[in-house]
């Protein structure tokens, strides 16, 4: 990925609020080098941050898989808050006192992060998977450069209840629907479900959470721009199709309103698993949750699938695969690690990205970064989860976009961005004011240039 943005300078440290003095770009210094070679022989200690622990089990499965091929190798993990991850990390960078390794949850940030200085340079470990067709490492690729390599890779696909579709006389997915398709069985959902016995007061057709990457994400990644000459540039005027569906679907009161989901902290899992919507577009990582869920008790039982996510109906490139979005959740390296920690350090984030970490992720019905035939032989085999062709199918074959492009000043649009997404969903604002807002607003930044 070149950065040949045309932006005017933006401080970096005001961004994250980072206080980094002496600082190039991530890791340029000889602790990040290399040249220390691991010793598996070698008693070490690494530590490595997660969140949620007693609740997200993958940080914990990737120290596990690890310890048991390199018994010399301790993986210590140390909790961090979930919603306020960035920030103690960040404060931790600030002052040097950054775990060993350290995910990446999502690209928003990545840029900021690569140039805080505190972030060790991984080409080396990049060159051996950057021919393995079994994963993508390029959204980490700055000049040359990666401050971190994908362990997950979770991408945006449709979960339907094949019973409440049934029962209702709609017909299912088959893997060719556009929005427009999605939309006439919403509807059709919509006058059927009560006569099948639902509530039409609680029980929607669709669920469209709130989050704006459910509108602004897809809109990128199917309309085939590339976001140099229009994300970067501030023209947004390909988000205007995808919000006039999505305020559609609002307005026929096919989903629950964005007003009501957002104020009243709708939580997906549940509107999903108690079966108060029959189809709901989400990422991958939800499957483990309702595998867990189901087993549990906290979402019903009933037959449940993946389906590819509908596709633009107004697209004029085709594609051999769905295509969808997702940010890879990727593993980075502090620059402050030398000698045999950093070996070991590096050596567990090449872990982490390849078959074996992968495998033990699938265990746990986690969608990994690297896909294989045994990587989906082991998630399939998860008790609970769909196995049908056409989640097989959506599992496997997507063209994943990014849902935040990489570049300078991405984290401030993508924040001017929600801005117009809650005026719009709210519809205190029309499409094209507020899309119109945010375009100056990010001027007014200095992030753009004429």
Request: aromatic letters at 12%; hydrophobic letters at 35%; a negative charge.
């Amino acid at each position: 990925m070149k950065l040949n943005r045309v932006f005017k300078a933006v401080a970096v440290a005001s961004v994250l609020g980072l206080a980094l003095t002496g600082c190039g770009g991530g890791g340029d210094s000889a602790a990040s080098s290399g040249s220390d070679s691991f010793d598996k022989n070698a008693k070490t200690e690494i530590t490595f941050a997660g969140w949620s622990l007693s609740s997200t089990p993958e940080f914990q499965t990737l120290a596990d898989a690890f310890m048991a091929k390199y018994p010399n190798v301790k993986v210590n993990v140390k909790e961090y808050s979930a919603d306020d991850y960035d920030k103690q990390l960040t404060a931790d960078i600030s002052s040097g006192s950054q775990p060993d390794v350290f995910p990446i949850k999502n690209l928003q940030k990545y840029y900021t992060y690569s140039q805080s200085g505190g972030l060790a340079d991984l080409a080396d470990i990049a060159s051996t998977y950057k021919s393995d067709k079994n994963i993508d490492i390029s959204n980490y690729e700055l000049d040359g450069k990666y401050y971190a390599m994908p362990y997950r890779q979770d991408s945006w696909v449709l979960f339907y209840n094949k019973d409440m579709m049934e029962k209702a006389g709609v017909a299912t997915p088959d893997g060719t629907w556009t929005w427009d398709d999605y939309t006439k069985a919403a509807e059709e959902l919509k006058d059927k479900l009560p006569a099948a016995g639902y509530d039409a007061n609680s029980v929607y057709p669709i669920y469209q959470h709130n989050w704006q990457s459910v509108v602004q994400a897809f809109a990128l990644a199917q309309t085939g721009y590339k976001p140099d000459t229009n994300f970067f540039k501030a023209k947004f005027d390909y988000m205007k199709p995808f919000y006039q569906r999505a305020l559609k679907w609002q307005d026929e009161k096919l989903t629950i309103d964005w007003n009501t989901s957002n104020t009243t902290s709708v939580q997906y899992q549940a509107q999903f698993g108690t079966q108060k919507a029959a189809m709901m577009p989400m990422g991958t990582w939800y499957a483990a949750t309702l595998v867990k869920q189901q087993k549990s008790g906290d979402a019903d039982q009933f037959t449940w699938g993946i389906a590819p996510i509908p596709q633009n109906p107004d697209s004029k490139t085709k594609s051999d695969k769905p295509v969808t979005f997702g940010d890879p959740t990727g593993l980075a390296v502090s620059s402050k690690a030398t000698g045999q920690k950093l070996a070991a350090a590096k050596e567990f984030v090449k872990f982490c990205a390849g078959e074996g970490s992968a495998e033990a992720l699938a265990k746990i019905a986690t969608t990994p970064a690297y896909f294989s035939d045994n990587v989906a032989k082991t998630y399939f085999s998860v008790d609970g989860m769909a196995t049908d062709d056409l989640t097989k199918q959506a599992w496997q074959e997507h063209d994943t976009k990014p849902e935040n492009p990489v570049g300078e000043g991405s984290d401030t649009i993508i924040s001017l961005l929600k801005d117009a997404h809650s005026s719009i969903m709210t519809e205190t604002s029309n499409v094209n004011d507020a899309l119109a807002k945010a375009t100056q607003n990010i001027k007014d930044q200095g992030l753009v240039t004429e």
